[in-house]
Structure formats: C-alpha cells, structure tokens
C-alpha cells in the first residue's frame, strides 16, 4: 500500500508548489507599445534567421532542465527540412533582471524571435525589455498570468487541461462538479481555470472545498468534500492537486469517507500515473486526467534518447514545440512570418506531444487526450484530436 505518511511525503505537502514561479515584474508586456495587430519582425527566410533560446543555464536548480531544453531545440532544427536556423543561447541565471539583459542583448544582435525564458517572473522581464522591438517571446511558462502582448506560453495550461476535462465529461453525462483545491496559487489557478471550462461547457459547479496545504488541512477538509458532494447531488469530483502535493492524500481517504468512485466520478488536473505508486491508491482506479498523444510523446523520447543517450526532462518538448512552429512558419517563405497573425494561425503546428497552437491573448491549446487508471496502468478512452475545429476555448 502506498505509505500516505511517509515523511517524505509530508515534506511534499508542506512545500509550496512552485507554478513557474508566479510573481510578476513591474510591467506588463501586453500593455507596451508596438505589439498590436499584425506586428513582428520581418524576415528572409532564404537567409538563416535569428532564434533567441533563453534558458537558466548557471540556475544550480535549474540548469539540468536548462540543457535539456537546448537539447531539444537542436534536436528540432536538425528535424527541419528547407530552413535554416541560426540558434543563440543566452544564460538567464534564473533571474528577472538578467532574463531581460539578455533578451535585450540578443535582439540587439538580430534576434527576431525569443523561445524562453523558463520561469514566468523571468519571461515577462524579458517580454517588456524587447515589446517595442516588435519581437515575440514564446515562453516555457504555464503560468497564463504574464500572457499577452509579445509573450506567449507554450507550457500546457490548467485551462487548456480544465476544458479538455470538462468536454468530455459533459459528453459523458456529468452534468454536477465538485472542484477541491488547496489554499494555496495553484490552487486559486486550478480553481479558476475549472470554474470557466465548466461554464463554456455547460458542467454545474456544484460546490467548492479548498484547505489549508497542510496534511492535516486535507484530513480535515475530507468530510467537508462528502458532505458538499451529497448535498449538492454531485456527480463528479475534480481535484487540483499534484502527486507532489496533496493528491495521493486526497485518493486515499476519499473513498475511504464514503465518497465512492463507483458513482462519484474523479477527475484531476494533473497526471495521476507519476510517480507509478499512484495509480494504487482507492481513488485513482477509474479516474479521468488528460495526457498528451502517447504515441508521439514516446516518438520524442525515442528520438531524444538516440541522440543524447539520455531521457529528456518532461518540459524539453517545448523548446522542440518552439523551433518546430517557427520552423513550420518560416518554410511557408513569408516575409511575415513571424507575426503575431502567423504564429496565431488557426491551424495550429505538430509538436512532441500532438498538435497545439497559440492563442491572440498569449495563451495556448494543446490537443490531449483524456486517460483514465485500470488495474494500475494508464489506459486512453477518448484519443487527442488530430487538428482543431473551430476558434479554440
């Protein structure tokens, strides 16, 4: 049996959970001149074009991810056919202030495009230091917060994850949610993020429970959670937490208080199969959580694999997502394309993990597919989408 108590798991829980570090610089890119419309640098895509990589290369806590990221993106342009890119790498130690010198250093040597910085604080130092310039920044963030203007983010977002969720499950006939967070930013996102999807769909929110993160601020919040759920004739359970966080907790003693996965559906805005444990407890059998196309997730891994005789960090797929789209946009040999128009097209780009495609307001949506737990192993019962219909959530 998974040990709920373990102390490491209790470090877990009294650790904050870092969401691509959250805080945000003074400005806000969005608001800067010059980044409206149809804005971007233009380029001769006979002639090899300036990318811009910024990643924490001197981070200690960081730099492993840092080189993993630079990996990829190399990786990607040695994928790319009729394009020539010339890739710059600039060390942004992790910091706002240096993320924004280098941002500035590299356009001024003829960047015209940025993928990075990592963290959010980091991506909009550096959206700002370069607005003016009409130069895009495709951040490796999920953090929506700093989205808009010249930064996009290409993390997968709680939204993108939320809707997906709520999509199918009001196919499914879950009409009543109940959403369960902790008291914490993450939480308040999840929550947020839940609260829309479920409202573009048509899903009732039918109650929210959130607690203290704690391990005791979850125990105690267990009997609230089946008490709203039987009040509110709820049909359906989403909880935000992670398997860092209080997820494991949450699986264990739901059902354990009565709120039974057999009438009850679960559901989860992260990924209930890492680490494996997981998938043992009570509440993870049956549960709905998205996860990205397996079949091309294991064709990166592969690839990646030969190349480095390593395993990619779980976030390298975005610097290879990044070169993949401008690369895609470039081949089209358009002196344009770079521009907010062209990086938004409606179509989207193929990447690591399926397609997915950049929103105007600086968000994104990903094609996922929706997994769910049997006999302890990920199964997928509704496939990720193959391209996009429609003008996106």
């Not at 959130?210 to 009040?231: K, L």
């Not at 290879?320 to 690369?327: E, R, S, T």
Request: charged fraction near 15%.
């Amino acid at each position: 049996m998974f040990d709920i108590l373990h102390p490491a798991r209790k470090t877990a829980l009294r650790a904050a959970f870092i969401l691509s570090s959250l805080g945000l610089a003074a400005c806000d890119p969005a608001m800067m001149t010059g980044t409206g419309g149809d804005s971007g640098p233009r380029v001769d895509a006979s002639e090899p074009v300036t990318v811009a990589l910024l990643v924490p290369q001197s981070d200690q806590g960081a730099g492993a991810v840092a080189r993993s990221l630079e990996n990829a993106a190399r990786l990607a342009i040695a994928d790319l056919e009729d394009v020539r890119i010339d890739l710059r790498v600039y060390d942004t130690g992790g910091d706002p202030q240096q993320a924004a010198a280098q941002a500035r250093a590299a356009v001024d040597g003829g960047a015209q495009i940025i993928l990075g910085p990592l963290f959010a604080e980091a991506a909009n130092a550096a959206g700002v230091a370069v607005a003016q310039d009409n130069v895009s920044v495709l951040s490796f963030s999920n953090n929506t917060s700093i989205a808009g203007g010249n930064v996009f983010v290409l993390g997968q977002t709680f939204r993108g994850t939320a809707d997906r969720l709520m999509t199918y499950a009001a196919g499914q006939g879950r009409e009543r949610v109940v959403i369960v967070h902790p008291e914490n930013v993450e939480g308040q996102f999840g929550r947020n993020a839940i609260q829309a999807a479920a409202a573009a769909n048509g899903v009732t929110v039918a109650g929210v429970e959130s607690f203290p993160f704690t391990e005791q601020g979850v125990v105690s919040a267990v009997p609230r959670i089946r008490s709203t759920s039987s009040t509110a004739n709820a049909d359906s359970v989403i909880l935000t937490s992670t398997a860092a966080g209080a997820l494991p907790l949450l699986l264990q003693l739901m059902p354990e208080a009565g709120i039974d996965p057999a009438s009850t559906q679960y559901m989860g805005l992260a990924r209930w199969d890492t680490p494996p444990q997981t998938t043992s407890l009570p509440g993870a059998e049956g549960g709905w959580f998205t996860i990205s196309d397996p079949a091309r997730t294991a064709a990166f891994f592969a690839r990646y694999q030969a190349a480095y005789s390593a395993s990619p960090h779980p976030l390298a797929g975005l610097a290879y997502d990044g070169i993949a789209a401008v690369g895609s946009l470039l081949a089209t040999g358009r002196s344009d394309a770079l521009s907010r128009a062209r990086l938004t097209q409606g179509a989207g780009f193929e990447g690591t993990g399926g397609i997915f495609r950049l929103r105007a307001d600086g968000t994104n949506e990903r094609g996922l597919a929706v997994a769910t737990i049997r006999n302890r192993q990920v199964a997928v019962i509704d496939p990720a989408p193959r391209r996009f219909g429609g003008a996106g959530f």
